[in-house]
């Protein structure tokens, strides 16, 4: 992989934790973006029938997460400056953990090849605006589960993990790149 690790961030955590809003507002602020994997494919895979999804072949959903997530990142290739990400490649390993599947080696190949800045912002579970909704089924407890899940896989890769405090996720960025950490 060509080392643009340090200008890819990524924004993880549990479902309904307010992730897309805050990548929502960083785009509208001019930022380079990319989207969640699981609801464009939720959507795309209802449209047409597919079995690609979480409560029918969540292996399947789970290899086209990694997928879009590959294809995400090589398309971040081509952009300049800070992109940040709606969940990364390592988030398709904690799916399969949460679901009890056995993980494939190919999957952990790409957790560990595909790299991001070393910090990641984490969004904890946020009962008071965690809502379900047709694309999002997970309850509250699969939720919280998730932000586990996914906070000993990103620390088991080595990477820091920078919790995002609850309504003002944009201030603890705007904090971390203040500091001069940002890479553009």
């Known amino acids: 992989m060509q080392n643009d690790s340090d200008r890819f961030f990524v924004l993880t955590g549990g479902p309904g934790s307010g992730k897309t809003t805050l990548i929502e507002a960083l785009r509208k602020a001019g930022l380079a973006t990319s989207p969640e994997a699981g609801r464009g494919i939720i959507r795309d895979q209802s449209a047409i029938g597919g ?4 409560w029918r072949d969540p292996a399947l959903f789970a290899e086209l997460m990694l997928s879009w997530e590959m294809r995400s ?43 991001y800045a070393s910090h990641v912002f984490i969004a904890p579970p946020w009962p008071e605006i965690f809502r379900q909704d047709s694309e999002r089924k997970q309850t509250l407890d699969e939720a919280e589960r ?39």
Not at 51 to 54: D, F
Not at 79 to 100: A, S, W
Not at 169 to 184: E, F, H, M, Q, T
């Open 51 to 54: 079995l690609a999804l979480p």
């Open 73 to 115: 990142y090589h398309a971040s290739l081509e952009q300049n400056g800070p992109v940040f990400f709606d969940r990364g490649v390592p988030d398709t390993l904690g799916y399969i953990r949460l679901t009890g599947l056995p993980v494939p080696g190919h999957v952990r190949n790409a957790a560990e090849r595909f790299r």
């Open 146 to 184: 998730t932000y586990h899940a996914l906070t000993s896989v990103y620390t088991e890769l080595g990477y820091e993990l920078i919790p995002l405090p609850f309504g003002a996720g944009r201030g603890a960025i705007a904090i971390y790149l203040r500091r001069g950490r940002l890479v553009a």
